[in-house]
């Protein structure tokens, strides 16, 4: 199976630039599955439903959030009746939403995907890790889920990492989001799990993570409120990795993917 997830969609920028290059994206790569992290879509911060609906028509299947879940409310009542739309799975229980989605792709085969949420330097959550043990015990790969994605949406790369490899060889990939640098550790790990620390942003990479960079200068240089941080507005840059799984689920091929905007391309040949 060939998975396509493209990580943090910031402002309209990413916005644009990720509904005008993915239905291109997922021909060329032919992606059975395409998954989109989409929690700064809206001006940096949350997603409206309509960016939902024009982001699944670009190509889609499932879009994750994160810590900006619920920055714009109107998400909330939206998320309760869009199965494709997941929040992280450690949220506490009873909050609107799931944190994971099966998918039925055309063919048949199921994937799985969920997101959980690092506790380093974040929000008190419960355990990311107790929450994809308990889920993978009702979804196993190679069973019933012919692949199963984790978004590990956290800031600590040390928590990232300890993430992807206690699942190594459970689950298809483990890939971060939320830092909005795309990372060059893109790899199989030992039991067969694809892992990235950091997918990148979909955004203007002359900013600071996505944002105009004076005022989130001065948000370190005066100890004084300031302008309000907006996203940055030149070209985007698409940033995500591709991977290829085998019959049982696990990886064979991991590449990143960075197109358009300021850093170097990327594409899997
Ligand atoms: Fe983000
Ligand atoms: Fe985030």
Redesign the pocket.
């Given at each position: 199976m060939k998975l396509l997830l493209l990580g943090?969609v910031v402002g309209r920028t990413g916005r644009d630039a990720v509904v005008a290059a993915l239905p291109g994206l997922r021909a060329r790569l032919q992606a059975d599955f395409v998954a989109v992290n989409a929690?700064n879509a809206s001006h940096g911060f949350g997603l409206a439903p309509e960016m939902a609906a024009a982001i699944f028509a670009a190509g889609a299947d499932v879009i994750t959030l994160?810590?900006?879940a619920w920055d714009r409310k109107e998400i909330i009542p939206y998320i309760v009746h869009e199965p494709r739309l997941i929040r992280p799975l450690n949220f506490p229980p009873g909050t609107p939403g799931a944190g994971a989605a099966v998918c039925t792709l055309a063919d048949g085969r199921k994937v799985l995907i969920a997101q959980a949420m690092g506790r380093l330097f974040m929000d008190p959550l419960d355990d990311p890790f107790r929450a994809v043990e308990e889920l993978l015990l009702r979804n196993k790969l190679g069973v019933n889920v012919q692949a199963a994605v984790i978004d590990i949406?956290a800031e600590a790369s040390s928590e990232k990492m300890a993430f992807g490899h206690a699942f190594d060889g459970r689950v298809s990939a483990v890939v971060g989001t939320?830092t909005h640098v795309p990372t060059a550790d893109h790899q199989i790990l030992p039991g067969g799990t694809g892992f990235v620390s950091d997918l990148g942003m979909c955004g203007d990479y002359d900013s600071v993570i996505g944002m105009t960079k004076e005022p989130a200068i001065a948000r370190f240089v005066k100890k004084m409120p300031g302008e309000k941080l907006a996203p940055a507005e030149g070209p985007a840059t698409i940033c995500g990795v591709f991977i290829e799984t085998d019959e049982m689920g696990l990886a064979i091929r991991i590449e990143p993917v960075r197109t358009g905007g300021r850093l170097a391309l990327a594409m899997p040949g």
């Open positions: 943090d929690e994160g810590n900006h949406h939320h």
